[in-house]
């Protein structure tokens, strides 16, 4: 059966990704800044711990923000715990307060995004962002939003906008208004992130580019990140210095990692819409939020084909969804916001992840379940 990548479902939604030559250059890029900032000794060193008197902080935890700063192309850089939630709670809590009001793309919000929404006491007001129009007559007609708040990954299967279009228009129209973006999922695979395009705030997990658990960044205009970092002034509040170091370093093989790995997404894709393995109807990759694979079979075995690929040696639930420990491939359920849409994957969907696998071992396993079951 011949492949057509242009007719596959949902494919104006997916994000576009790095080969794994232009992430080469992008590691290349990140090692050149980390020479800038750091000489020989110090980035040898673990690093310090504690409230250090001339950043109230440990200085080798500035050093890497710094490095990430130069990196991104913006004023500053903070490292905060809590991961990409803790990222997104911080910048949040710093523009707004209770009672304020923010634009919101109108789809289902990630959980923990609602959850801080809730906590803060943040009024929301919908705009689909895929209209672009929609989006300049709101923020036109509403001045009272303190914040424009964007996901770079994907809330709906259906969702089309492109970020960058979305930053520069809305700085175009209202440059008052401060655009926070959560990069979570996009950083480091992406051509750019929200701050790249125009955006004043980007947040994403360290988790997420290999790095260490916990860790959140935050990257953008040196106002808010100045004023959140006075108020973080407790020393156990602190990203410790050897921990700064280990996200930094593993930061650096996160490029071509996720570009070899979403290679790997359009090859199982491209295998398993040639009819490669019996009893899948068709194969399509989404961001949900990561680029994954969706493959609905012909019968309603989902369940049973998840159980029986734990067995043969894939995982079946995510650690940090592209974090350091996941190394075999995901086949798993597919996530609740496509089961809304379209609820009959819950029975004939699965999501695959290949992670650092390569597509054969992915088909293998796959096809051994499938049969297993059937």
Same mark, same amino acid.
């Given at each position: 059966?011949?492949?057509?990548?242009?007719?596959?479902?949902?494919?104006?939604?997916?994000?576009?990704?790095?080969?794994?030559?232009?992430?080469?250059?992008?590691?290349?890029?990140?090692?050149?800044?980390?020479?800038?900032?750091?000489?020989?000794?110090?980035?040898?060193?673990?690093?310090?711990?504690?409230?250090?008197?001339?950043?109230?902080?440990?200085?080798?935890?500035?050093?890497?923000?710094?490095?990430?700063?130069?990196?991104?192309?913006?004023?500053?850089?903070?490292?905060?715990?809590?991961?990409?939630?803790?990222?997104?709670?911080?910048?949040?809590?710093?523009?707004?307060?209770?009672?304020?009001?923010?634009?919101?793309?109108?789809?289902?919000?990630?959980?923990?995004?609602?959850?801080?929404?809730?906590?803060?006491?943040?009024?929301?007001?919908?705009?689909?962002?895929?209209?672009?129009?929609?989006?300049?007559?709101?923020?036109?007609?509403?001045?009272?939003?303190?914040?424009?708040?964007?996901?770079?990954?994907?809330?709906?299967?259906?969702?089309?906008?492109?970020?960058?279009?979305?930053?520069?228009?809305?700085?175009?129209?209202?440059?008052?208004?401060?655009?926070?973006?959560?990069?979570?999922?996009?950083?480091?695979?992406?051509?750019?992130?929200?701050?790249?395009?125009?955006?004043?705030?980007?947040?994403?997990?360290?988790?997420?580019?290999?790095?260490?658990?916990?860790?959140?960044?935050?990257?953008?205009?040196?106002?808010?990140?100045?004023?959140?970092?006075?108020?973080?002034?407790?020393?156990?509040?602190?990203?410790?210095?050897?921990?700064?170091?280990?996200?930094?370093?593993?930061?650096?093989?996160?490029?071509?990692?996720?570009?070899?790995?979403?290679?790997?997404?359009?090859?199982?894709?491209?295998?398993?819409?040639?009819?490669?393995?019996?009893?899948?109807?068709?194969?399509?990759?989404?961001?949900?939020?990561?680029?994954?694979?969706?493959?609905?079979?012909?019968?309603?075995?989902?369940?049973?084909?998840?159980?029986?690929?734990?067995?043969?040696?894939? +995982?079946?639930? !995510?650690?940090?969804? =592209?974090?350091?420990?996941? $190394?075999? &491939? #995901?086949?798993?359920?597919? /996530?609740?916001?496509?089961? +809304?849409?379209? !609820?009959?994957?819950? =029975?004939?969907?699965?999501? $695959?992840? &290949? #992670?650092?696998?390569?597509? /054969?071992?992915?088909?293998?396993?796959?096809?051994?379940?499938?049969?297993?079951?059937?």
């Amino acid at each position: 059966m011949a492949y057509d990548k242009s007719k596959l479902k949902y494919a104006d939604s997916v994000i576009p990704t790095l080969t794994v030559k232009e992430a080469q250059q992008l590691q290349f890029k990140l090692v050149d800044c980390m020479s800038e900032h750091f000489s020989g000794d110090q980035f040898l060193s673990m690093g310090d711990l504690g409230v250090a008197p001339k950043y109230k902080k440990p200085e080798q935890t500035k050093r890497v923000e710094r490095t990430l700063a130069t990196f991104f192309g913006v004023e500053d850089a903070s490292l905060v715990r809590g991961a990409g939630t803790g990222a997104i709670r911080t910048i949040l809590s710093t523009l707004m307060s209770a009672g304020d009001q923010m634009f919101i793309h109108d789809a289902p919000v990630y959980t923990t995004t609602q959850d801080t929404i809730q906590m803060l006491g943040i009024k929301t007001k919908k705009v689909n962002y895929n209209d672009v129009e929609a989006v300049k007559r709101a923020v036109t007609a509403e001045d009272t939003c303190k914040v424009f708040y964007v996901q770079h990954a994907r809330q709906t299967p259906t969702d089309i906008y492109d970020l960058k279009t979305v930053i520069q228009m809305v700085k175009q129209e209202r440059p008052d208004i401060a655009i926070v973006v959560d990069d979570n999922y996009c950083a480091m695979k992406a051509y750019g992130i929200g701050v790249e395009f125009g955006a004043d705030y980007s947040t994403f997990s360290g988790f997420k580019v290999l790095g260490p658990e916990g860790i959140g960044i935050i990257v953008g205009k040196s106002e808010a990140i100045n004023l959140l970092q006075e108020r973080n002034y407790s020393g156990g509040g602190q990203i410790q210095g050897y921990e700064a170091m280990e996200l930094l370093r593993m930061m650096t093989f996160a490029p071509v990692a996720l570009a070899t790995q979403n290679e790997q997404v359009e090859e199982v894709c491209k295998h398993l819409n040639e009819g490669i393995i019996e009893g899948i109807d068709h194969a399509y990759m989404v961001n949900a939020q990561s680029k994954v694979i969706i493959v609905e079979l012909r019968q309603p075995i989902a369940q049973a084909v998840i159980k029986v690929s734990n067995q043969l040696g894939a +995982a079946t639930h !995510p650690v940090g969804a =592209e974090s350091k420990y996941e $190394i075999i &491939p #995901m086949i798993y359920r597919v /996530s609740g916001s496509f089961i +809304a849409a379209e !609820p009959k994957l819950k =029975e004939y969907g699965l999501r $695959i992840n &290949p #992670m650092k696998s390569g597509s /054969s071992t992915v088909l293998s396993i796959l096809d051994k379940a499938i049969k297993s079951v059937q």
